[in-house]
């Protein structure tokens, strides 16, 4: 223990057990009190006890403006309070009507920030201040445009976060944004105009178009753009070569041409084929077609593959909770990787004795062994610090209002040698055909003891967590 934060009757509480004390809430076990339980009753008892009960002023820690129990930042306020106070000092009231409703409405975001305390530390930084009184006197309007222009960085996406999370943006889809970015970059790629103009079209009218309409609020099109970049990408390479080694442009190039391209290179170069595909359907050039390529042995998953990796995931210690989950939904239910992280809380069904989960189409079980993992991470899910404790995620993300990243993910089992060689691969869809989740949890060889102490302590999880969802739903309504 370090040194004592608190001196309390009977006890003393180091900072970091301050702390936690201060974070947990509940019902008192003794008298019943609902609020902050920082303390301990009787040595013998170990249960956390109210302030009242430990014998403790409850009035010292009791915030003197909106009555909260719990931790005093400042002058006898809580941080949610103090925070709301440094936001009403930063810039006067507007006199213009939508100016004020901006203002409160972001007064109202940031004080509702999981930890307000963060929002402290950030505005103490002289830009963030600058910006946030520009948005709050209507100096700047609050648009994704104007945090474009805004220098980049951590905090500015961050706040852009909570006001997206908070309805004063609109969702951007994040991959949409970075895509569009990517592209007008890529011009320097080209080595004509003709070549940057024609693989722009292609950009434009085939990827973009495909992407914005797959891109819907809260989903993200992070597949479509990385294979629509890989696609472009491979596309100005082709024009490039087929300028300098033959003179020739997308609309003059002969079957022989791409051919000898095609016979000359790595595999990567057939993804040209959907820009022919494009090209003959515009009458572009019609005269070119390029075949599907097909590994020369597809990769087929064997039950005893997918065995070994859902055993290596189940063991525990060899990656992250949430890591290990991710990748367990992915074999079992085969599914690809991009759909699991952006699974949400309400995909989840939950009883006290069984939970079933909505992933492709109908819910289906989830087998008590793989179950107790998910309610283990229900409890554990990563990021909430940053994120936000309402966020409805089951993977949240490293920024509010985002899940985690499929490719980080991907990168971590890949690193425990399970690869199934892009999400969407063949090898994919052959798990279906597969053994299904509850004969996998039997050729694992679960017993039945194992299994019924997975239920109990499912259950017991259960019902502490239809609590704490209860509140998150509160939260977030
Ligand atoms: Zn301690
Ligand atoms: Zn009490
Ligand atoms: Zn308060």
Redo the contacts with the bound molecule.
Sequence with gaps: MGKPRVHWPGEQLCNSCFYTGMRTYGQ?P????DGVLPARARHDDPRP??L??GGVDPDAYRCRTCAHEGEIYRDGQCARCALRDNLDHLTPQPRRADIKRVRSAMIEALCRAQRPESVMTWMRNADAREILKDLMTGTIACTHESFDEFPHSKTTEHFRSILEQHGLLPRRDHYLAIFEKWLAAKEAAADTPETWAMAYRFATWHHLRRIRAQSVPGDSSEGAVRSAKQEITEVIKFLNWLHHTHARTAQTSTQLDVDQYLQSGPTTRHLIRTFFVWCRANHINTSVEIAHRYAKTTPTLTDEQRLQWIQTLMRGNVTSLHQRVAGLLMLLYAQPLTRVVALEIGDLQLTPTEMRISLGTEPTPVPAPFAVLIYELLEHRPNLQTTGSDTMYLFPGYRPGRHLHAQTVMKELRRLGINLHGARNSALDNLVKLAPPPIVADMLGYSYQVTERHAALAATTYSRYAQSLATTIATVN
């Design positions: 008192c003794r008298c019943g009190h006890c109210c009242e009960c």
